[in-house]
């Protein structure tokens, strides 16, 4: 096997492959974060100057007082720690140059990174990038054997390619149903905290209900909609009591849209 690929065998017992993340790549991204940074910083301080500099009749906004400036400074590098945690935990593990080099942070089980690794490995941020120009993190990467920083090895995260879904050149028959229904990701809005409760049990659950969708009668697909309802739809927040079977069918099938994202990949 590649040494760059690493296989994980989730708690559910399902066997994902990724490829990891080297220095080049992990390299292109940071570049790109920190020119998005570079002109939003720009903008902020020269922004904050504009007001302080209206304000000035003001005692606290005085040129001889510092304070104003430290406070700046200190927003700074607020905004700077915030856009990596934020976008990493919100946005799947991609900050917008992760997105554009096509990698992500996900935990070493292979689950998507949880609030808590996101904020311990972006916190580390700092001791990675001592002495300077993150030397640390540099050379931890190419040491590491799965091109990990000291972030990283704290959080129990790696850095992967991300993996598309298969190209298909015709639409199957379950995509054609859900564009006869009318329904899109858009149909169905769940909060990003309990879409990442699903696990990759739920979505094997959900995709095998969907395979079968068409095959199954009426009856029997009725029964299933609602045995598979009742135990992935409270997880968003909704009942399935008083719920008609074609309610549940187009919940269930929006549902599918929104996890296939996270979970149908090919390498």
């Given at each position: 096997?590649?040494?760059?690929?690493?296989?994980?065998?989730?708690?559910?017992?399902?066997?994902?492959?990724?490829?990891l993340?080297?220095?080049?790549?992990?390299?292109?991204?940071?570049?790109?974060?920190?020119?998005?940074?570079?002109?939003?910083?720009?903008?902020?301080?020269?922004?904050?100057?504009?007001?302080?500099?209206?304000?000035s009749?003001?005692?606290?906004?005085?040129?001889?007082?510092?304070?104003?400036?430290?406070?700046?400074?200190?927003?700074?590098?607020?905004?700077?720690?915030?856009?990596?945690?934020?976008?990493?935990?919100?946005?799947g593990?991609?900050?917008?140059?992760?997105?554009?080099?096509?990698?992500?942070?996900?935990?070493?089980?292979?689950?998507?990174?949880?609030?808590?690794?996101?904020?311990?490995?972006?916190?580390?941020?700092?001791?990675?990038?001592?002495?300077?120009?993150y030397f640390?993190?540099?050379?931890?990467?190419?040491?590491?054997?799965?091109?990990?920083?000291l972030?990283?090895?704290?959080?129990?995260?790696?850095?992967?390619?991300?993996?598309?879904?298969?190209?298909?050149?015709?639409?199957?028959?379950?995509?054609?149903?859900?564009?006869?229904?009318?329904?899109?990701?858009?149909?169905?809005?769940?909060?990003?905290?309990?879409?990442?409760?699903?696990?990759?049990?739920?979505?094997?659950?959900?995709?095998?209900?969907?395979?079968?969708?068409?095959?199954?009668?009426?009856?029997?697909?009725?029964?299933?909609?609602?045995?598979?309802?009742?135990?992935?739809?409270?997880?968003?927040?909704?009942?399935?009591?008083?719920?008609?079977?074609?309610?549940?069918?187009?919940?269930?099938?929006?549902?599918?849209?929104?996890?296939?994202?996270?979970?149908?990949?090919?390498?």
């Open positions: 096997m590649n040494k760059d690929q690493m296989d994980i065998k989730t708690p559910e017992y399902v066997s994902l492959q990724f490829q993340a080297g220095l080049g790549s992990r390299a292109a991204a940071f570049i790109y974060d920190q020119v998005i940074l570079g002109f939003a910083s720009i903008l902020l301080f020269f922004g904050s100057l504009f007001v302080m500099k209206g304000m009749s003001f005692p606290f906004f005085q040129d001889e007082n510092l304070v104003p400036l430290a406070i700046i400074v200190i927003v700074l590098f607020i905004l700077k720690w915030c856009y990596f945690f934020a976008c990493e935990f919100f946005s593990g991609r900050t917008i140059g992760k997105k554009i080099v096509g990698i992500r942070v996900i935990q070493e089980n292979g689950h998507s990174i949880t609030l808590l690794s996101s904020f311990i490995r972006n916190l580390l941020r700092i001791i990675d990038a001592l002495p300077t120009s640390l993190g540099i050379v931890m990467i190419l040491l590491h054997s799965k091109h990990k920083r972030g990283d090895v704290v959080a129990g995260t790696i850095v992967v390619h991300e993996r598309k879904a298969k190209p298909k050149k015709k639409r199957s028959p379950i995509e054609k149903e859900i564009q006869r229904r009318g329904l899109s990701q858009a149909s169905l809005t769940v909060d990003e905290f309990a879409l990442k409760s699903y696990t990759s049990k739920d979505w094997k659950l959900i995709s095998t209900y969907v395979s079968r969708f068409h095959d199954l009668p009426l009856v029997e697909r009725n029964q299933l909609t609602k045995q598979i309802a009742e135990i992935l739809l409270p997880k968003i927040g909704m009942e399935v009591e008083g719920s008609n079977e074609q309610d549940l069918e187009n919940t269930l099938l929006v549902l599918y849209l929104l996890l296939k994202e996270e979970w149908e990949f090919e390498l």
